[in-house]
């Protein structure tokens, strides 16, 4: 069965460089999102990407956040200046145009650690 | 988005059937219902949707009610592998987690 793929599945950085998250929604899928989860807490929407734009973006997206899907197959998150308060699990999904819109695919996760 | 109630926790005993409630009185008329799933740290899962009418499929049924402010989860047989914490949601097409109902499967 296909699967979103995510890479790392660590990242270590300091506090104010810039990390790139990376995914590998399903191939024939069209919407893209990205959550984050802070250990302990609940997971929390960031930003929704259609048609090479954002579509919708939470409060947690400033502007130290970027997404980009620079080809055909992968989908990243740009995170510059990264602050302590950036370490979380990152979650990629995916969902297709087709009836099955409802159903996000979830990747494994980045857990990322600002140090 | 409407926001759901749900139990902080449940336990189940392998094998039986485990029904998880959900309270969703402000659901407006447009707006599904949703079930994830999220085992440990990873990745939630999806389970089941639906918007006024019961579904079922290889995982779960779900149940809403003709008023459609409670649904229902249900497993039918549930196992050790079951043992997750499970969201209910309701929106359209947007995902926003609350903090779930942790369910326990027993031996």
């Known amino acids: 069965e296909p699967e979103v793929t995510q890479t790392p599945s660590h990242q270590v950085t300091q506090m104010g460089q810039e990390v790139i998250l990376r995914c590998v929604p399903i191939s024939n899928h069209l919407y893209f999102y990205w959550y984050r989860q802070i250990l302990g807490q609940k997971v929390e929407f960031l930003v929704s990407?259609?048609?090479?734009?954002?579509?919708?973006k939470s409060e947690i997206f400033d502007d130290r956040f970027s997404v980009e899907r620079p080809d055909g197959s992968n989908f990243t998150l740009k995170i510059r200046s990264t602050k302590l308060e950036d370490s979380a699990m990152y979650f990629c999904?995916?969902?297709?145009?087709?009836?099955?819109?409802?159903?996000?695919?979830f990747g494994p996760g980045t857990r990322l650690t600002v140090l | 988005d409407a926001k759901t109630t749900q139990p902080p926790s449940m336990d189940c005993a392998e094998g039986r059937a485990a029904n998880l409630p959900c309270n969703h009185s402000t659901i407006s008329g447009n707006e599904y219902v949703y079930w994830y799933r999220q085992i440990h740290s990873q990745g939630p899962q999806y389970i089941i949707h639906g918007l006024k009418n019961n579904e079922t499929n290889e995982m779960a049924s779900l149940i809403i009610t003709e008023d459609r402010k409670s649904s229902t989860l249900i497993l039918p047989h549930a196992t050790l592998r079951d043992t997750a914490v499970y969201y209910c949601i309701v929106g359209y097409q947007k995902v926003t987690f609350g903090t779930g109902t942790k369910l326990q499967v027993i031996p």
């Open positions: 990407f259609y048609n090479n734009e954002i579509s919708e």
């Open positions: 999904a995916s969902s297709d145009p087709s009836g099955r819109r409802h159903e996000q695919f």
